[in-house]
Every structure is written in C-alpha cells, then in structure tokens.
C-alpha cells in the first residue's frame, strides 16, 4: 500500500462494516459519510408469514434484507426454498442464519431472480425488499409476484450536505440510490470526486450524471476487489 499514489476517497455506505474493510484496504485518507440509515417497516415479520402462507417461495432483495431476515428465523423456517439476489445477499444469510439461497446463475437483479425462479418452475414468489423498491423490476415475468416491504430507507440530509461539500480524488458509491441523491447534492454542494467507482450496473447508470463515467465494478465483487478497483482509478487519476 505504501507504494501507491497517495489518494483521498469517500465511501458512500450505509454498512459501517464495509467502510471499516475498505478503510484498511485504501489508507488514511479513507471518509465514511453514512448519507443513508435505515428504518424497520412496522410489523413486517407478521406481514411476510402471512404472505408465505400463500406462497412459500422468499426472494431476498438486498443484503439488508438478508440482515433482517437472519433475525427473524421463524420467516425463513417458514419458507420451502429461498432465493438471493446475488451473492452479497447470499454471503449475509449462510454467515448470518445458515441459510443458503438459490443465487440467479446470470446476471445479479431482481429481474434476473425473478426468471432463475420461474425457470426452476415456481410458479410464485414473495419478494422481502426495500419499500422504495416496491415494483421495480417485477414487469413481464411469468410468475405470481408478492412484495413485502420489511424496512425502508432514511436520508440523513446534513450527511448528505457534507458529502456533497467534499472534494476527493475517488469516491465509491455502492447502491443506485445513494448515487442518484448524492450527485443531486452536488449541483449544490460543489465538492466531488475527481472519478467514481460504482457497485453494480445500476448504480453506474444512476451516477452518470456524475461527470466523469464512472468504473462500474460487479455487485458480486468482493471487499478486496472493489479495494483494488479504487485504487487502480486513483493511479490513472494520478498518472495525469
């Protein structure tokens, strides 16, 4: 590490967990800025057993999802099989709850579960998601859709602010929504990054109006992989 160029980088996370890893992996010049919480949604343990009973098939749409669900061992009991939408879900439920999840054999989205599961010929799912997630990406597949939500997210504005007022050489945006309320910040805030790394294909395409393009890194990366993909940036960054 001490051989790289010396580099300043904004993880924009709600998982203080990943801040901590990429912090050690990237250096001291590392922020945390947690723009994004979390809120509970009010009694969705009894909502998801209620729609389980009806169909006993659990899609799991976030590795928050999959924190909550590990906590809630009566919902995963009662389902017959469980399906994760890539593998960083996947990771928190068998480390978490012991619970290994069908994991879609292409492609890391709620749309491409959707179709490993209809191929796999359920004929209906319960999908356990972010309620600002309610019906995106359930259009056009072949099976019967339920949506619970089990929490929902909670901007912390003057997070955001201060992020927005920070200028460093990569920042790593890691959901589609946090990229998308982050370069709104800044049209305001006037800080910014001199080049982004984005988890996933949507959060690349929400933080392209983040001039420049960002390096759009697979969700199913691990926490070294997305490491050496800062890193990288910040030495064509700094080879001028």
């Known amino acids: 590490m001490s051989r790289e160029p010396a580099c ?11 801040a901590i890893e990429l912090h050690k ?16 949604v009010e009694g969705w343990r ?27 061992p009566e919902v995963l009991e009662a389902a017959e099989r469980v399906y994760a939408v890539g593998p960083q879900t996947a990771r928190v439920l068998v480390e978490m709850a012991g619970v290994k999840p069908v994991v ?9 579960m959707l179709r490993e599961a209809e191929a796999a010929g359920e004929r209906c799912i319960v999908l356990a998601r972010s309620k600002a997630g309610l019906g995106k990406g359930v259009e056009g597949v072949g099976l019967r859709v339920l949506e619970e939500a089990v929490y929902e997210p909670v901007i912390r504005r003057e997070m955001l602010e201060e992020a927005a007022r920070l200028k460093v050489d990569v920042a790593v945006l890691t959901s589609g929504e946090i990229a ?10 006037g800080g910014g990054a001199g080049g982004y790394v984005a988890i996933g294909v949507s959060t690349a395409l929400a933080a392209s109006s983040c001039p420049p393009r960002p390096l759009c890194v697979p ?13 990288a940036l910040c030495r064509l960054l700094k080879s001028g």
Do not use: H, Q
């Open 8 to 18: 300043s980088y904004l993880v924009l996370t709600p998982s203080e967990d990943l």
């Open 219 to 231: 969700s199913s990366a691990r926490r070294a992989e997305l490491a050496r993909a800062a890193l």
């Open 46 to 72: 009894d909502s998801l057993l209620r729609a389980l009973r009806r169909c006993p098939i659990l899609g799991i749409t976030s590795p928050r999802g999959a924190e909550l669900l590990a906590r809630a």
């Open 104 to 112: 879609p054999s292409s492609g890391y989205s709620v749309s491409s």
């Open 180 to 189: 998308r309320m982050y370069c709104r910040a800044l049209e305001k805030g």
């Open 25 to 40: 992996l990237l250096g001291g010049s590392t922020f945390w800025i947690p723009v994004m919480g979390f809120r509970e």
